[in-house]
């Protein structure tokens, strides 16, 4: 006797979002790299420039761990488009301050991703851009805002930029 395979009895999900957040994600580095930032710099230097932010700061907008966050930090740094410099509210913490070029360079890198997001959400009828986008922002600020804890440890999400 050969076991059946289960009837899916939902659209699957899962894949769907995976597969259009890994294509995404790929068209978005792609792009970047054409004026050699990366996503996680790009997103550093856009959440420096909003405010005074230690790296850790940054690090948990960017849902970066500590080693990757010092590598992104001396990329930039390399690069001339941010520095670390003492906090002026407390001069233990060190803070990611963007240059002037690197504030030249955030304009252009925003102006690429919205240029990537515009792109992936015209290929839908107008209708489906705004159906699309509530139902997801639905899902982000309800049932699906918070993980599951899990035994087993999965990747985590990057946050939701404010």
């Known amino acids: 006797m050969t076991a059946m395979t289960p009837a899916r009895t939902e659209a699957d999900l ?5 597969h259009t957040g890994h294509v995404l994600r790929t ?27 230690t790296q850790i700061q940054l690090a948990e907008i960017g849902d970066m761990d500590k080693t990757t966050m010092v590598v992104t930090v001396d990329a930039l740094e390399k690069a001339g488009l941010a520095e670390r410099r003492p906090s002026s509210q407390d001069r233990r913490a060190r803070i990611i301050a963007v240059t002037e070029e ?22 839908l009828p107008e209708e489906d851009r705004t159906a699309l986008l509530r139902a997801l922002n639905h899902l982000v600020e309800g049932h699906l805002a918070t993980p599951a804890e899990s035994p087993r440890p999965t990747r985590r999400a990057r946050q939701r930029e404010k």
């Open 102 to 123: 690197g504030a030249r360079v955030a304009q252009q890198s925003q102006r690429i991703v919205d240029r990537v997001h515009h792109e992936a959400l015209a290929s």
């Open 14 to 18: 899962s894949f769907l979002l995976d």
């Open 27 to 53: 068209r978005m580095a792609a792009a970047l790299a054409e004026i050699g930032l990366t996503a996680r710099m790009h997103c550093v230097l856009v959440h420096a420039l909003e405010e005074e932010r």
